[in-house]
């Protein structure tokens, strides 16, 4: 119809590297945005079609990066190993509670709330996005409110447009 566009982005795992023989869960791979952006014209053509895709560029996709290989800490606590879920967890600062935040993968889903587009998964802090480009801007802690980890399924409120969420920690307190 004519007056239609906008832009459509999901999010889901995508893994950046082969397991081999390796467990492998779909919680663990990593965070991919796909964009499908739409303008009509007046008249109803489309003077605008693009898609585009992009990795959610999270601490831990780079730190893979580095080693060459992925965490994959899901598939392997699966077979019963939980040591690379030693290597994706953040290590407080001196003097700073240990929240027990692990880097994620950004792969479970995307809201779009106070200008802000957030990839989000169940174990870290959402990663803040440029909507035009998909291009990683970095982890978001609502100005350094949020200090542990948050659910990757929020609900914006119709009437007060706030964006509610519940977060969990593994410090008691």
Same mark, same amino acid.
């Given at each position: 119809?004519?007056?239609?566009?906008?832009?459509?982005? =999901?999010?889901?795992?995508?893994?950046?590297? %082969?397991?081999?023989?390796? @467990?492998?869960?779909?919680?663990? /791979? +990593?965070?991919?945005?796909?964009?499908?952006?739409?303008?009509?014209?007046?008249?109803?053509?489309? $003077?605008?079609?693009?898609?585009?895709?992009?990795?959610?560029?999270? !601490? =831990?996709?780079?730190? %893979?990066?580095?080693?060459?290989?992925? $965490?994959?800490?899901?598939?392997?606590?699966?077979?019963?190993?939980?040591? @690379?879920? +030693?290597?994706? =967890?953040?290590?407080?600062?001196?003097? !700073?509670? %240990?929240?027990?935040?692990?880097? /994620?993968?950004?792969?479970?889903?995307?809201?779009?709330?106070? !200008?802000?587009?957030?990839?989000?998964?169940?174990?870290?802090?959402?990663?803040?996005?440029? $909507?035009?480009?998909?291009?990683?801007?970095?982890?978001?802690?609502?100005?350094?409110?949020? =200090?542990?980890?948050?659910?990757?399924?929020?609900?914006?409120?119709?009437? #007060?447009?706030?964006?509610?969420?519940?977060? #969990? $920690?593994?410090?008691?307190?």
């Amino acid at each position: 119809p004519a007056g239609l566009c906008g832009m459509y982005v =999901r999010n889901g795992p995508n893994p950046q590297f %082969d397991l081999g023989t390796r @467990p492998y869960h779909w919680f663990d /791979g +990593d965070g991919m945005l796909h964009a499908v952006e739409l303008n009509m014209d007046g008249g109803g053509i489309a $003077s605008l079609l693009r898609y585009r895709n992009r990795y959610v560029e999270t !601490e =831990r996709l780079l730190l %893979d990066q580095k080693k060459g290989r992925t $965490s994959a800490p899901i598939g392997e606590m699966n077979r019963g190993n939980p040591g @690379p879920y +030693d290597e994706i =967890r953040y290590a407080a600062e001196a003097g !700073e509670t %240990d929240f027990k935040l692990l880097r /994620g993968t950004a792969n479970t889903a995307v809201v779009h709330h106070n !200008e802000q587009l957030l990839a989000l998964h169940e174990g870290d802090f959402p990663y803040s996005v440029e $909507s035009g480009t998909l291009q990683t801007k970095g982890r978001h802690s609502f100005g350094g409110v949020l =200090r542990h980890r948050m659910t990757a399924h929020p609900k914006i409120d119709p009437v #007060t447009g706030e964006l509610i969420f519940f977060g #969990t $920690s593994q410090v008691p307190g």
